[in-house]
């Protein structure tokens, strides 16, 4: 009797042990060049991808068409990431004396793979840069330098504060996917950019500005799960804060939708 006991013991564990693990949304994260031969993230974004319930993977730039198809394919949502500014060419207009470095393989990867994820039902998460690759690659314009001769801010929009620490507020529309996650209208956030947002894609809404007028949100009409910001929610996420979490944890539920169709 105990020898059957012990082999229902046995039979069981090993059931247990190749039981298919429940599937945990795989988060696309744009990359950057690194060194010569280095991908760059950040991991705040990894960070704050895992403290969401996220699995993050990093997804390098390429200019391989098919390649891109199958990284949107193989996610359940995407991050478009913070980096360089973009190329004025993509949106019908001469570099200005203040724009700085742009990186044309990363303007083509990055409107390519955000155009195709909402193309196929991919929630998409813009931050800083990805905010403004999403207004472009929709039809949108940029402000080159926000502090330029004829300017279109007044506050500091590149903080000398720590990097985690929020120095001005937004203001956001009630109604908007911003407002209704995080519960509030008015939010603190760090800023660290001198381009934006000056003419919104068509299909997008501005759901975020700060008391100058800069657009710091906007989400595409219709569908909330296309939406991005311009400051750096995942900065103070990363070292555990939950102030801007249900941004990420958003997202992330979005993706466990999609991995459940």
Same mark, same amino acid.
């Given at each position: 009797m105990k020898r059957f006991f012990l082999f229902l013991l046995i039979i069981g564990y090993s059931a247990v042990l190749h039981a298919e693990a429940p599937k945990l949304p795989i988060i696309g994260i744009t990359g950057a060049h690194g060194s010569e031969n280095s991908v760059l993230v950040s991991s705040a974004f990894v960070k704050s991808v895992l403290r969401a319930g996220g699995v993050p993977v990093v997804l390098p730039i390429n200019d391989d068409l098919e390649v891109i198809k199958t990284m949107v394919a193989s996610i359940d949502a995407l991050i478009m990431t913070a980096g360089e500014d973009v190329e004025p060419s993509r949106y019908?207009?001469? /570099?200005? /004396? &203040?724009?700085?470095?742009?990186? /044309?393989e990363r303007d083509e990867f990055d409107i390519a793979i955000v155009k195709l994820a909402v193309? &196929? %039902?991919? /929630?998409?998460? %813009?931050?800083?840069? %990805? &905010?403004?690759?999403?207004?472009?690659?929709?039809? %949108?314009?940029?402000?080159q330098d926000i502090y330029a001769p004829v300017k279109a801010a007044d506050l500091k929009h590149q903080q000398q504060a720590p990097d985690w620490h929020g120095t001005h507020q937004v203001h956001l529309e009630k109604d908007s996917v911003l407002a209704k996650i995080l519960g509030k209208t008015t939010v603190m956030t760090n800023s660290f950019h001198h381009q934006a947002v000056k003419d919104v894609a068509p299909g997008f809404v501005i759901t975020g500005r700060t008391s100058d007028g800069i657009v710091e949100a906007m989400e595409m009409k219709d569908n909330p799960r296309v939406f991005s910001v311009q400051f750096h929610p995942e900065i103070p996420t990363a070292r555990g804060s939950d102030e801007l979490l249900p941004i990420f944890t958003y997202l992330v539920g979005l993706a466990k939708r999609e991995t459940a169709q």
């Open positions: 019908s207009e001469e /570099p200005l /004396p &203040h724009l700085e470095q742009i990186n /044309p193309q &196929h %039902g991919i /929630p998409v998460l %813009g931050i800083c840069r %990805g &905010h403004q690759v999403m207004c472009v690659a929709f039809g %949108g314009t940029l402000y």
